[in-house]
């Protein structure tokens, strides 16, 4: 067997010795430091993505308690918008029902007012025609009474009998 790979040789130890240290330094001196500081950069933008992240996490949450504070004060001002509405509604409701307790009460007394006229009218009304009527039925009851000399004669005696002086 003949084969250097299997067994190998001094001189092919010694020259891959040297392959491998000459490459080493080669890195050593000029790819490990870009390696180096690519992965560091690569560490360093990755660091400050997360941190970017949690900060907009941060952020959210924060613009979200933000949101519901806002929300909640609107319902609040909604809520005292619509009991100032209730309120109002509610006095407009009861000043309409006093006013117009007031005027209904105004004209009914008013009413009363002006049927107790139209009554007290009525009354002097019907007291004119009754005394027109009884003055009528009494001149003609006297006409009757009085048609002869002697029938007036006997009625102011009847008159003057009557009369009682002190």
Same mark, same amino acid.
């Given at each position: 067997m003949n084969n250097p790979l299997v067994t190998p040789e001094l001189g092919l130890i010694i020259w891959s010795t040297i392959v491998f240290c000459i490459l080493f330094f080669l890195l050593a001196k000029f790819a490990w430091k870009p390696i180096l500081n690519a992965v560091k950069d690569r560490e360093a933008s990755i660091e400050n993505a997360l941190n970017a992240a949690e900060q907009a996490k941060k952020e959210m949450q924060e613009l979200s308690a933000n949101n519901e504070v806002l929300l909640n004060q609107a319902r609040a001002e909604r809520d005292e918008m619509l009991k100032d509405a209730r309120a109002v509604k509610d006095k407009m409701i009861s000043d309409a029902k006093v006013t117009a307790n007031? /005027?209904? /009460?105004?004209?009914? $007394?008013?009413? +009363? @007012?002006?049927i107790q006229h139209e009554k007290l009218a009525a009354i002097t009304e019907l007291k004119n025609q009754v005394a027109t009527l009884s003055i009528e039925i009494a001149e003609?009851?006297?006409?009757? /009474?009085?048609?002869? $000399? @002697?029938?007036? +004669?006997?009625l102011i005696d009847n008159a003057v009998s009557e009369i009682n002086l002190n």
């Open positions: 007031a /005027e209904a /009460e105004r004209i009914i $007394a008013s009413a +009363k @007012e002006a003609k009851i006297i006409k009757q /009474e009085l048609s002869t $000399a @002697e029938k007036q +004669k006997s």
